[in-house]
T-cell receptor, first 113, second 113 residues
Framework: AQSVTQPDIHITVSEGASLELRCNYS??????LFWYVQSPGQGLQLLLK??????LVQGIKGFEAEFKRSQSSFNLRKPSVHWSDAAEYFC???????????FGPGTRLSVLP | KAGVTQTPRYLIKTRGQQVTLSCSPI?????VSWYQQTPGQGLQFLFE???????NKGNFPGRFSGRQFSNSRSEMNVSTLELGDSALYLC????????????FGPGTRLTVL
């Protein structure tokens, strides 16, 4: 069964600073990887996904993530954080059939003005 | 195109009661998944329905059940409510339920007193 870890429970960055959120997964085959964002009181919105091909994927809101098979990682990055990026971020892995998503515990991002 | 809708948005019940939550997927989507989100356990997969059949199930007791109708709308039922069932219940829909993007609704906040 697949699993996901997000080592950082809470990260605080200043507005304009760069951001990297870590995600490590465990899965026996090529995983389907996702990053979702959840604002307070809201559902989850997909930021980006990786299925195959180019290991650097671009998403919405200026986010990107890089799949590194050797490190079993799928870290999320953004070069310059905006105050509106404050939210909870979830990494998720789907199996070959995509029917069983496993989410990481989430990383809460706070942005200082 | 309308997004995933969930009703009701908020619900208060007492222990021992039962509750039914509803989810209307995006038009054309045939797969509906349900998740429970709590501060302690994070996002946990409940079950997934595709074409009125339950295809996958998470590790929850039999008190949690669901169904899907021919128009892909889905309901989730929780019987004999316990305090620990207090959570945000999220519904997500996708076209095929394969390794595909899931679109999430805003959730139903259930409080059990």
């Amino acid at each position: 069964a697949q699993s996901v870890t997000q080592p950082d429970i809470h990260i605080t960055v200043s507005e304009g600073a760069s951001l990297e959120l870590r995600c490590n997964y465990s899965y026996g085959a090529t995983p389907y990887l996702f990053w979702y964002v959840q604002s307070p009181g809201q559902g989850l919105q997909l930021l980006l996904k990786y299925f195959s091909g180019d290991t650097l994927v671009q998403g919405i809101k200026g986010f990107e993530a890089e799949f590194k098979r050797s490190q079993s990682s799928f870290n999320l990055r953004k070069p310059s954080v905006h105050w509106s990026d404050a939210a909870e971020y979830f990494c998720a892995v789907g199996d070959n059939y995509g029917q069983n998503f496993v989410f990481g515990p989430g990383t809460r991002l706070s942005v200082l003005p | 195109k309308a997004g995933v809708t969930q009703t009701p948005r908020y619900l208060i019940k007492t222990r021992g009661q039962q509750v039914t939550l509803s989810c209307s997927p995006i038009s054309g989507h045939r797969s509906v998944s349900w998740y429970q989100q709590t501060p302690g356990q994070g996002l946990q997969f409940l079950f997934e329905y595709f074409s009125e059949t339950q295809r996958n199930k998470g590790n929850f007791p039999g008190r949690f059940s669901g169904r899907q109708f021919s128009n892909s709308r889905s309901e989730m039922n929780v019987s004999t409510l316990e305090l620990g069932d207090s959570a945000l219940y999220l519904c997500a829909s996708s076209l095929t339920g394969g390794p595909d993007e899931q679109f999430f609704g805003p959730g139903t906040r259930l409080t059990v007193l």
